[in-house]
Structures are given as structure tokens and as C-alpha cells.
């Protein structure tokens, strides 16, 4: 019986930093507005929280349709629970706060345990990649926190969602050039072992 050592992950996330990149950007615009407005009615942070979750999904989707190997099942389970929570947002407007609570708890935990199974892949493949490790840890955590917590305000709710998404995408925005430059470096490296 034969060990096969899985396939990297990084030459799959360097091909698509950009991806990353462009969910970072949407979580920290979906941060800022949520902080900067503060007071809009439910059916606005639905709105927000379901755009949100569709374009993170759509762009995770993509990521794991391009990429290769065994591990892209991971994006595309992070992928299509974003855009279920992005869809069950915006056909179901109505729902009360305490289900869209519990929504976004079991999304942030989901997503937050997929983002640690990612960083533990690359450990070996990149340095810092603690970073997505600490966006999946900061998710968890915070998915526990609704749970735990369902009684907050929707001003604590909004402000706690809209803090977490900004560090959130802060993380990714960080990885995601620290990812494309590990994929400049790379034929530079390769071009030095031929010589």
C-alpha cells in the first residue's frame, strides 16, 4: 500500500489571491457599514448580512471550481453555505432577529472551522498563514457569542457583526498578498534550482 502526500493548497490560493483579496474588501465594506449605520431597521442588516454571504459564497465557489486537488472541497462547502445564508436572507426578509442570529452563528462557525482546516493545510506551505487560521478561530468565536448570547440588542448585534467582519477581512486582505507574493516568488525560485 502506497502513501500518496496530498497535493499543496498554496498553489490553489496563489492562483486565486485576488479572490481572496476581493472578500476581504467585501467584508470590510460590509463592516464599515454596518458601524457607520448603526440603526437600520432588520430587514436592511438582513439585506446587508445576505449580499454579504452571497458574494463571499459566489467568489469561494469560484475559488474552489478553479483550483485543483483533493482539499477544494473545502472552499466549495464554504462556498455554497454562503450563498444558502445569502438566499435564506433574502427569500425569508420577515424571519425575526433571533432566527437571523442564529443564521449567522451557525455560518460564522461553519466557515470559521473550514478557514482553520485551510490554515492547518498550508502550515507548511506558507509563512503566516496564522492569519487565516486567526480569521477562522475569530469566526467560530463569534459564531459562538450569537448563540450564546441570542438576547443582545440589534445595536450590540449590528456593532459586534459589523467589528468581526472588519477583522475578518482585514485577515484576508493581509493574506491575500501575502499569498500573491509567494506566487511572484515562486518561478524565481524555480529558475534558481535549474541553474
Given amino acids: 500500500m502506497s502513501y500518496t502526500q496530498p497535493q499543496p493548497i498554496l498553489p490553489i490560493i496563489a492562483g486565486n489571491w485576488w479572490v481572496l483579496l476581493i472578500r476581504g474588501i467585501a467584508a ?3 463592516g464599515l457599514a454596518a458601524l457607520f449605520w448603526p440603526g437600520p431597521t432588520l430587514y436592511v442588516l ?3 448580512f445576505g449580499a ?3 458574494v463571499d459564497g459566489v467568489f469561494a465557489i469560484v475559488a474552489g471550481i478553479r483550483g485543483t486537488g483533493r482539499r477544494r472541497w ?3 462547502a ?3 453555505l454562503g450563498v444558502l445564508a445569502g438566499l435564506v436572507a433574502f427569500f425569508y426578509p420577515d424571519i425575526t432577529a433571533l432566527v437571523l442570529l442564529y443564521v449567522i452563528a451557525f455560518w460564522a462557525i461553519f466557515t470559521g472551522i473550514l478557514e482553520i482546516v485551510m490554515s492547518i493545510s498550508l502550515r507548511r506551505e506558507i509563512e503566516n498563514e496564522w492569519l487565516m487560521g486567526l480569521g477562522g478561530v475569530l469566526s467560530v468565536l463569534f459564531g459562538v457569542v450569537l448563540a450564546a448570547l441570542p438576547g443582545v440588542g440589534l445595536l450590540s448585534l449590528v456593532w459586534l ?3 468581526y467582519a472588519i477583522v475578518f477581512g ?3 486582505i493581509v493574506l491575500a498578498f501575502r499569498v500573491r507574493s509567494h506566487r511572484r516568488d515562486t518561478p524565481s525560485r ?3 534550482q535549474v541553474s
Avoid: D
Wanted: charged share 10%; no cysteine; hydrophobic share 65%.
Fill in 28 to 30: 470590510v465594506l460590509f
Fill in 46 to 48: 438582513i439585506i446587508f
Fill in 52 to 54: 454579504y454571504a452571497l
Fill in 74 to 76: 473545502l472552499l466549495l
Fill in 78 to 80: 464554504e462556498g455554497v
Fill in 161 to 163: 457583526i459589523g467589528i
Fill in 170 to 172: 482585514v485577515a484576508q
Fill in 190 to 192: 524555480e529558475q534558481g
